[in-house]
């Protein structure tokens, strides 16, 4: 765990912590005034390391310990409404247990940000990553990002509270981070002065829409078949700006802190002459970009595609960015029971993304790395050689492949 | 959020404010006495107040997009999250004038639930929200005996042998709701000792109402108002008779009305005039064949019920509240202590 300082960053330092700590100390940095935790593995890292924090002197916001997950995201949504910058998260079931407290935050346009340690859904029980429980709510209005490292980690926290909060948007941000992967094994991280975070990120101001005796407004009456397409439609049109909020917060944050990818959307790896581009969301980028490196020595003309953002889901980038591809295989680490080629959630949304396109390459599905279960360098191999088999014969033996799995 | 707003007790009908921060625009039915719990509630709290309220006849029947009654600014919370919405709020308030975010001030915060979002779904928020000493808040729970917004389900809360829509009345089965009602208030009171206030209401005894109201929001902390409310839809009677219909409540025992501040329990109204042996109980057959709900009742389920109320009072450690039967040795014990 890493050393607490009473005065919390005021220069630049270099810490050793997990993706936990990392997204704790973002909320110290932005100042959050109101956290609410509840205990699940493994999410709850970042509410110990926050608790911390808290007891030492080192932040000073309203810290909650519901009495469960319903409840955590009830408080946080409620403190949002009278303008408190609010941080909460859950994990697996325990995000599901706040369900209808997830689905109303983002009805009522609340900038909360919450942190999903991604893990399996229960029965049976396991502690490991899968990413069913965040992607439950990506028709709700929630921006949906997956984290790939701790730096990552602490910085799109920032970003989140800056996007979540501008008011072209007012739409809740959940960081997905896998289980153990991410919320508990550590790497160094660049974390950034107070004063470049003030400098980037401003105080949340609900303006009109805020809480408070001095303005008495009534927030969510019944309003029935009369209004509830327009509201609906403002939701939706708060997500269709979104993009374009983010690229902007985006860019300043590369400016003031001097880090990040190009594009905040997707991370390309090796993907410009890539014949076959292997797409995923967080950790296993990591062992994917070995055996993408290691494919490539050995002359194969392959790539990896991170996609990030989930919500909104980044259809023009990946259109540009796979349209030149012949083969691209997708590892979903998730499941969708019953769902058309019995296939993965992201391999889904892909799909329908690529559907327009004039040029479309053969597009393969691969569950993997299920409940925690590490993919390794081979799978990645083996999964790059069948969907080679489908390109070099311009025919797909099987959609849906589930991967180092037994019979 | 350490200071409350000085809201002295109302001496008299005449000095109720004449403010109404409860207005035109609800569309509750004819003699809903929720409707005049949340009139006087707001009444007695005024215009610096936040008014949270769950999912229930109050959310859906009060406040219909373009036409709320709240002139205090009002928020809809989840059916079971009375407690969390109270939490919620104050909590954001502390923090944010605690640093210098947003003007110190005492800002009132009342959450309202229903029996349904109260007694049955919300009790494990509102229990956590009763636990927050550091935060003044209030919650109001209206109960009138079901899911009387849903079409008159049975609650946690409903009495035994009422009809509802979920325990009707059947060839084969005359009561099916043999659930005895949830002794809610001394439940938080019991469980929350730090509470500095607990109480149960009446709408109709308002100036009473209006006064509990007044000391929860006084008293520091997380306080708890019980009420009783006759439906004129649930309950099955004509809606001039709502009023009458509380009074006969207390008047047979049924609900006890009192206080706990800080620990020390007081009877008050006709309850207290019963525990002191100045008033009887009215038999609870003039308040039960008055309503509909209970029209299927024989004489044995009339006698269950005054079995019931007479046990309450003449058996229990505290009448009307504890349900626990003190042990002949024990009650000696008591007493030559005393």
């Known amino acids: 765990m890493a050393t607490v300082q009473t005065k919390l960053y005021e220069k630049e330092s270099e810490e050793l912590i997990s993706g936990s700590e990392a997204i704790g100390i973002a909320c110290a940095l932005a100042d959050v005034d109101v956290i609410t935790a509840y205990p699940i ?6 509410m110990q390391y926050v608790s911390r924090l808290k007891a030492d002197g080192a932040f000073d916001f309203d810290y909650i310990i519901a009495e469960s997950e319903h409840s955590q995201f009830e408080i946080v949504k409620h403190a949002s409404a009278v303008g408190a910058r609010t941080f909460t998260g859950s994990s697996g079931v325990g995000w599901f247990y706040a369900f209808e407290a997830i689905t109303v935050t983002a009805g009522l346009r609340m900038p909360v940000v919450a942190m999903v340690g991604n893990r399996a859904l229960d029965d049976p029980g396991a502690f490991g990553v899968e990413h069913n429980d965040a992607l439950a709510v990506r028709d709700l209005g929630w921006h949906l990002y997956w984290v790939a490292t701790a730096q990552e980690a602490l910085d799109m926290a920032l970003i989140a509270y800056k996007v979540a909060e501008d008011p072209r948007v007012l739409l809740p941000f959940a960081l997905s981070c896998d289980g153990s992967f991410l919320t508990h094994s550590q790497a160094i991280v660049q974390v950034p002065s107070r004063d470049q975070v003030e400098k980037f990120l401003p105080p949340y101001k609900r303006g009109k829409l805020q809480l408070h005796p001095d303005n008495p407004i009534t927030v969510a009456p019944q309003v029935n078949e009369d209004w509830l397409m327009e509201i609906r439609k403002q939701t939706d049109e708060a997500m269709r700006r979104t993009p374009e909020v983010i690229k902007e917060a985006y860019e300043e944050f590369r400016e003031i802190f001097g880090r990040g990818d190009p594009s905040p959307f997707i991370e390309e790896y090796m993907c410009e002459d890539a014949e076959i581009i292997v797409v995923g969301m967080g950790t296993l980028a990591m062992p994917t970009r070995v055996a993408i490196r290691r494919m490539r020595e050995a002359g194969k003309k392959v790539g990896f595609l991170r996609v990030k953002f989930f919500r909104p889901f980044p259809a023009e980038e990946l259109q540009k960015a796979l349209g030149n591809a012949k083969g691209v295989a997708v590892i979903d680490r998730d499941y969708s029971y019953g769902s058309p080629s019995y296939g993965g959630v992201l391999f889904h949304e892909l799909r329908s993304t690529m559907y327009p396109m004039d040029k479309r390459p053969l597009m393969l599905n691969f569950i993997a790395g299920l409940g925690g279960r590490e993919v390794m360098v081979g799978d990645i191999e083996q999964i790059v050689e069948t969907t080679q088999t489908a390109v070099d014969t311009g025919k797909i033996e099987q959609e849906t492949t589930w991967v180092a799995v037994r019979e | 959020m350490a200071t409350v707003q000085d809201l002295p007790q109302i001496r008299g009908v005449k000095s109720i404010p004449v403010e109404e921060f409860y207005s035109s ?31 229930g006849c109050m959310y859906v029947a009060n406040t219909t997009y373009y036409s709320t009654p709240w002139v205090v600014p009002w928020m809809h919370t989840q059916l079971g999250s009375a407690g969390s919405a109270a939490t919620g709020t104050a909590a954001g308030l502390s923090a ?7 003007t110190d001030e005492p800002i009132n915060v009342i959450a309202f639930c229903g029996d349904g979002g109260g007694v049955d779904m919300g009790l494990s928020a509102l229990s956590a929200a009763l636990q927050h000493d550091e935060y003044n808040l209030l919650i109001v729970c209206y109960d009138n005996e079901s899911y009387a917004n849903t079409d008159i389900q049975a609650s946690g809360s409903t009495p035994w042998g009422a009809n509802t829509t979920f325990s009707p009345v059947g060839k084969k089965i005359r009561n099916m709701n043999v659930r005895e009602k949830k002794n809610m208030a001394p439940m938080m009171a019991v469980g929350h000792p730090n509470m500095k206030y607990v109480a149960t209401a009446c709408a109709s005894y308002g100036l009473d109402f209006n006064n509990k109201v007044r000391r929860a929001l006084t008293a520091g902390g997380p306080t708890f108002i019980h009420c009783i409310d006759p439906c004129p839809k649930g309950w099955d009677y004509d809606p001039k008779y709502s009023h009458e219909l509380g009074m006969l409540a207390i ?7 009192y206080e706990i501040i800080e620990g020390e329990l007081s ?6 005039a019963i525990s002191k042996g100045i008033r009887k109980r009215k038999p609870v057959e003039e308040y039960l064949l008055r309503q509909g709900r209970f029209a299927h009742f024989l004489p044995e389920d009339i006698k269950h019920v005054q079995d019931r109320v007479d046990e309450q009072w003449e ?7 504890i349900p626990i039967t003190p042990q002949p040795d024990e009650v000696e014990t008591a007493e030559e202590a005393e």
């Open chain 2, 267 to 272: 009877l008050n109204g006709p309850s207290r």
């Open chain 2, 25 to 55: 625009g609800h569309r509750t039915c004819q003699g809903c006495e929720s409707a005049l719990v949340m009139r006087l509630m707001i009444k007695a709290a005024g215009q610096r107040t936040i008014v949270l309220g769950s999912t």
């Open chain 2, 251 to 257: 008047e047979t025992g049924l609900w006890t009305q």
């Open chain 2, 315 to 321: 058996k229990w450690w505290i009448p009307g509240l």
């Open chain 2, 96 to 102: 944010m004038m605690r640093k210098g975010k947003m």
């Open chain 1, 41 to 46: 593995r493994p999410y709850d890292t970042v």
